[in-house]
């Protein structure tokens, strides 16, 4: 009489299937973590979402001197007359929709003559957004020197981006990469009442950037400043006209922008 085992008895053996099982099983969680972690990444994109304010972007859409095209890619800001020839690609802040961008820049495109493109980041984040400088650039062919820049979270991407520009602009922001050796000209708007990109921030990452970096403090300007979409969460208190802000940053931008 010869032993048998319950292994080999009939069929394949137990470890194996059991190691096969858990190895499911394991899969499915790991799966199901992968699919929970990107619908809260895509509803925390949506909800939240500032638009522009409707009064600003009204006044700005009404006004004759500035031609608006806009597509899934970005919105172009031009000036109907008198184009210099500069550009700025500007990225918006995270959760904050192109337009409440418009009102912002319309002194910079109607007095000034500086084209704007406003991108739309992927999910409203600029985090998510590998798209290349020439996306953008290539939506305004008119324009012949280039600035990328970006308010806050879209500061930080532009500084990515900086090297394919002539000139880099921060809007409330600062750089998470070091640009300190690249000789480019750059450009730093802050507030004085910034609750988010609080002026000890931008002074702690002013090593990131050129020694010749030009940094101006808006008195009274705060994080929301910067945009025409209304109060931001966590943010402080603005002491400063929304329309004195715009034209601070126009004055600086035109002062500042290299010229073809």
Not at 132 to 157: D, I, N, Q
Not at 218 to 229: N, T, V
Not at 231 to 249: H, L, S, Y
Request: charged share 15%; glycine share 12%; aromatic share 6%.
């Amino acid at each position: 009489m010869t032993d048998t085992t319950p292994s080999d008895a009939g069929g394949a053996p137990r470890a194996p299937r059991r190691r096969r099982r858990l190895l499911r099983w394991i899969l499915g969680g790991l799966a199901a973590i992968v699919v929970l972690l990107i619908g809260g990444i895509l509803i925390y994109t949506q909800v939240g979402v500032m638009g522009a304010e409707a009064g600003p972007l009204a006044a700005a859409e009404a006004n004759p001197g500035l031609t608006i095209s806009a597509d899934g890619t970005g919105i172009v800001l031009s000036p109907t007359s008198g184009a210099t020839g500069q550009g700025l690609v500007f990225i918006p802040g995270a959760k904050v929709e192109a337009e409440g961008y418009i009102a912002t820049f319309l002194d910079t495109v109607v007095d000034d003559g500086i084209t704007v493109v406003i991108t739309r980041p992927w999910l409203n984040l600029a985090f998510f957004d590998p798209r290349p400088l020439s996306t953008f650039t290539e939506l305004a062919p008119g324009v012949s020197s280039w600035a990328v820049g970006g308010h806050s979270l879209g500061g930080v991407r532009a500084c990515q981006l900086a090297s394919d520009a002539d000139a880099l602009v921060l809007f409330a922001s600062y750089c998470a990469n070091d640009l300190s050796a690249s000789g480019l000209p750059v450009l730093s708007l802050s507030g004085s009442e910034d609750g988010l990109s609080t002026p000890q921030k931008i002074a702690d990452a002013k090593g990131e950037l050129p020694a010749n970096a030009t940094f101006v403090e808006i008195p009274g300007a705060s994080h929301a400043s910067f945009g025409a979409y209304g109060p931001q969460a966590g943010d402080g208190t603005p002491t400063a006209d929304p329309a004195e802000v715009d034209r601070v940053i126009a004055d600086e931008l035109a002062g500042f922008l290299p010229r073809p």
